[in-house]
C-alpha cells in the first residue's frame, strides 16, 4: 500500500534533538500522532526518561516534545508498506528536514530502530550532513529483544544533548 506521510513535524526554534521513526504505523496515521499503537513503548520511555508525567493526549504528547526541546517526525514522506511492516518498505521517499533544520539549532539527530536508520543514512545524511545516532525501536515488536529497561538505558543518550535534561 502507498502510504503518504500526514503528520506534520513536532518542533519548534528550541528543539535541540530530532528524533525520526521512518512512517507513522496505521495507528498513529488513524490517531492522528506519533507512537499510537497502544503497547508502543516509546512515550512512556520519553516520559520516564525526562522524569514527566505520561502524556494522554495527543496536545499533551506534543507540549511535552516542545517543553523538552525535543523535534519528532520521520524519515519518510511517502513509500510503500505492509501495515506497520518497516521490513517490507518499498519505493521510498524522504521527508525535506530543512523546515526543522533552518529553524532549529539541532545538536542531534537520533533514529528509532534499525530500518530507519538505514534510510536515513542512504537518504538523508547526504542532505543534511548530520549523522543519526540508532536508537532501538520501542515497537512492540521488538519486545523480545529490548525489555524496557534497555530501551531506557539505550535512551538515556537523549539527556546528554537536552539542556534541563
Known amino acids: 500500500m502507498k502510504v503518504t506521510h500526514p503528520l ?6 528550541d528543539s535541540q534533538i530530532l528524533i525520526l521513526g521512518t512512517m507513522p504505523s496505521p495507528k498513529s496515521r488513524e490517531n492522528g500522532f506519533y507512537y499510537m499503537h497502544p503497547q508502543n513503548r516509546f ?4 516520559s520516564e526518561l525526562l522524569g514527566e508525567p505520561l502524556p494522554q493526549t495527543n496536545d499533551e504528547k506534543r507540549a511535552l516534545l516542545l517543553r523538552r526541546h525535543i523535534a519528532l ?6 513509500c510503500e508498506i505492509n501495515g506497520a511492516d518497516d521490513g517490507s518498505i518499498k519505493s521510498p521517499s524522504a ?3 530543512d523546515v526543522i533544520l533552518k529553524a532549529a539549532d539541532i ?3 537520533f533514529t528509532t530502530g534499525g530500518k530507519a536508520a538505514q534510510l536515513y543514512k542512504k537518504l538523508c545524511l547526504p542532505k543534511t550532513g548530520l549523522e ?3 536508537l532501538p525501536s520501542t515497537s512492540p515488536a521488538n519486545c523480545r529483544y ?8 539505550a535512551y538515556g543518550i537523549l539527556l546528554e ?4 535534561g
Not at 512515550?43 to 520519553?46: H, L, Q, T, Y
Not at 517526525?73 to 511517502?78: A, G
Not at 529490548?146 to 538505558?153: G, K, V
Open 132 to 134: 543519526a545516532k540508532p
Open 95 to 97: 521527508n525535506d528536514f
Open 161 to 164: 544533548y537536552l539542556k534541563d
Open 8 to 13: 506534520d513535524p513536532v518542533f519548534d526554534k
Open 146 to 153: 529490548y525489555s524496557y529497561e534497555a530501551l531506557l538505558r
Open 73 to 78: 517526525w520521520d524519515v519518510l514522506e511517502s
Open 107 to 109: 545538536k542531534a539527530v
Open 43 to 46: 512515550w512512556r520511555v520519553i
